[in-house]
């Protein structure tokens, strides 16, 4: 397999578990609105690396899609959950 494709077909793999992953906080959000509340500092540190992670994606000269899908569901994801969490 040549170096690009490995490239890209890890890139499209790399974004689709990393989406499984911030979605994977929605039984943690619905623990937390039926009161069995997360620790916040996590998804809240997820949802600030996401943001960061996904302005950076965004801006770079030639974007890079795949960070930027990998990381904008996080966003909303960990910041909901951190918001769900606080009690």
């Given at each position: 397999m040549k170096k690009t494709k490995f490239i890209r077909v890890l890139s499209v793999i790399a974004s689709v578990i990393a989406?499984?992953?911030?979605?994977?906080?929605?039984?943690?959000?619905?623990?937390?609105?039926?009161?069995?509340?997360?620790?916040?500092?996590?998804?809240?540190?997820?949802?600030?690396?996401?943001?960061?992670?996904?302005?950076?994606?965004?801006?770079?000269?030639?974007r890079d899609w795949a960070v930027f899908v990998a990381n904008f569901p996080g966003i909303f994801f960990g910041f909901i959950t951190f918001f769900t969490a606080l009690h």
């Open positions: 989406v499984c992953m911030y979605v994977s906080y929605i039984p943690q959000i619905i623990n937390n609105l039926h009161g069995a509340y997360c620790a916040p500092l996590q998804p809240f540190v997820a949802g600030l690396n996401c943001t960061l992670w996904s302005i950076y994606a965004w801006f770079k000269s030639e």
